[in-house]
């Protein structure tokens, strides 16, 4: 039996995630991400999504295509267990798999033909920009909906673990970048409450400062006092590299 397998992108995802750093680590868990997934020849044709349009939700199947395939690790640390318990990758979704394949659950906003592109608007994204599609199907609440099903570690959802504060300087940027990307401010306060901070510091209350980006925004942010403050948000240009992403200065 042929056990070799060569597959095509489909797509490519454009994200409002322009980094790993800050990204939910669950689909769905920032309701405001938003994303396109531009189809790609000869995968754009009309007839093959006839009937998307009824379904509110999809499986996006894609590769982690910013994790080098050859650094697989058996066993992982998943940020629900606080970063420091192992677990089998296979009891994970980390994307440091034998093969770097993840799946997202979405919500299909709307398909749109723009400037000959067939597009999929995209929102509760977890993916990052550029990401490369491998299929889509779906979601069916018949049988991809389980109530009574056991989620081992993590069977609840996150809850929230901090309050989100903005400087004068935050609260006015992101006010000015709502003219260019609306819901800027919701998306910021979205990913900010799941602390995306590495699970070591999330005990710690200072004024260590921390950067994420989020399209083309640089988000300089810290935590005091238990609540994380949004200090800055400032435009970068492209090709800039203003701060390395989630590293404390």
Not at 45 to 51: I, K
């Amino acid at each position: 039996m042929d056990t070799n397998f060569t597959f095509h992108p489909i797509g490519i995802i454009h994200s409002c995630f322009s980094e790993k750093f800050g990204i939910p680590r669950q689909p769905g868990l920032a309701p405001a991400a938003r994303a396109t997934l531009e189809m790609l020849p000869p995968y754009d044709r009309d007839e093959a999504f006839r009937g998307l349009s009824d379904f509110s939700h999809l499986w996006i199947v894609f590769v982690f295509h910013a994790i080098d395939g050859n650094q697989w690790q058996p066993t992982v640390r998943p940020p629900r267990l606080g970063g420091n318990t192992r677990i089998g990758v296979f009891a994970s979704r980390s994307g440091f798999r034998p093969n770097p394949i993840g799946m997202s659950c979405v919500t299909l906003k709307g398909i749109r033909r723009e400037r000959g592109k067939m597009l999929l608007d995209l929102s509760g994204i977890d993916l990052l920009d550029r990401t490369p599609v491998l299929d889509i199907k779906p979601y069916l609440p018949y049988a991809d909906s389980i109530p009574d099903a056991n989620g081992g570690y993590a069977n609840e959802p996150p809850r929230p673990s901090v309050s989100i504060e903005f400087s004068i300087r935050g609260q006015n940027a992101c006010t000015e970048a709502e003219s260019t990307y609306p819901g800027f401010t919701e998306l910021v306060i979205q990913v900010l409450c799941a602390d995306p901070r590495p699970a070591y510091l999330e005990n710690r209350s200072d004024r260590t400062a921390f950067g994420l980006r989020l399209y083309d925004r640089n988000i300089r942010w810290s935590v005091h006092e238990g609540a994380i403050v949004v200090d800055s948000i400032d435009k970068v240009s492209a090709g800039s590299d203003t701060h390395r992403a989630g590293q404390p200065s």
